[in-house]
């Protein structure tokens, strides 16, 4: 008997309906400067809009949302280097919960600081000699609070996959859909909707070059560790793909195409001047791949997520300014 996969397409209309209202529908942009450069028509779904900033949102809500109605408890727990903490503890203020977030002590201070802001208590690890998961676990056991991780879960997986809903609803059928990859939550829910609506599509990740983690995992056909890679998309800088999302991007997912820094920082540097948009590096992962020429053949209509614009001035002054 085949096993029922742990996210359908079920329940991403259900994040839908849960997330109304409470998660903004984020604008699709496109440009003809764009287009010409790459050779195809190119949509935009702008996170960078998203609550908090990133598509985080999305899938933090929806898992609270989800605790808080089913399996109530003290509070809820998190580790993050910066999106999911803050979308982590958005989503526990807007539900009147308690949130304490684990967070590496080089997290972007723009990051901590919102965090902080959103109400969430905030402990430091240090990402490299530390393991955040299990000084998760054990946080949350140690102070009776329901762990949210950031992307191997049901529930958050669910929740961002609403943000391809959304974009395919505006744009109609695409051939292919490129999309960020971390820890591959983004990836998984991406993939597992655009395949429900349109089972041609192809599906291709994006990782910066010194984080090819899901890449490897997936040439290889299990998952693989690799360092805790040092690279200015710190949203993606994660050494091994979570179980569950590995489990559906093997089963979906195309291709991983991989980015260097240098070609991140022309893409936020396209985006802010052209687009007139913010990109943090992690969100201009998949805008920076398709630029750089990476994706062949291009189909003639592409679906790209911009996935969030967390970043401060001084540094997108340092990585985008002559």
């Known amino acids: 008997m085949a096993t029922a996969p742990p996210v359908s397409f079920d329940d991403v209309r259900a994040a839908a309906a849960r997330l109304e209202g409470v998660a903004h529908r984020t604008p699709v942009l496109t440009s003809r400067t764009l287009n010409a450069l790459v050779g195809a ?42 999106n999911h903490a803050q979308a982590v503890a958005l989503a526990a203020r807007e539900l009147d919960a308690r949130a304490v977030i684990l967070m590496p002590a080089d997290a972007p201070r723009s990051k901590v600081a919102a965090t902080a802001a959103y109400g969430a208590e905030i402990v430091t690890y240090d990402r490299y000699t530390e393991d955040r998961a299990a000084l998760g676990r054990a946080l949350a056991e140690e102070r009776g609070l329901a762990l949210i991780p950031p992307y191997d879960h049901s529930d958050v997986i669910a929740g961002q996959g609403t943000a391809a809903l959304e974009l395919l609803q505006e744009t109609g059928e695409l051939g292919a859909l490129v999309v960020p990859v971390g820890g591959g939550g983004l990836m998984a829910g991406s993939a597992i909707t655009a395949t429900a609506l349109h089972p041609a599509i192809r599906l291709i990740g994006v990782e910066p070059e010194n984080g090819d983690d899901t890449k490897r995992s997936l040439e290889s056909g299990r998952r693989v560790t690799i360092p805790v890679p040092r690279t200015i998309a710190d949203g993606q800088a994660l050494a091994t793909p979570g179980e569950i999302t590995f489990a559906v991007n093997r089963r979906l997912v195309e291709a991983i195409a991989l980015v260097g820094d240098e070609e991140i920082v022309h893409a936020m540097r396209f985006a802010f001047e052209r687009l007139k948009i913010v990109l943090e590096p992690s969100g201009a992962t998949a805008l920076a791949a398709l630029m750089a020429g990476h994706l062949t053949p291009l189909p003639p209509r592409i679906g790209v997520i911009a996935s969030g614009g967390n970043i401060d001035t001084r540094r997108f002054r340092e990585l985008v300014g002559d």
């Open 41 to 82: 028509e190119v949509f935009i779904k702008c996170e960078n809009f998203q609550r908090v900033g990133a598509f985080k949102f999305r899938g933090a809500y929806n898992a609270a949302a989800r605790l808080a109605h089913e399996r109530p408890a003290k509070g809820v727990a998190a580790y993050s280097s910066g």
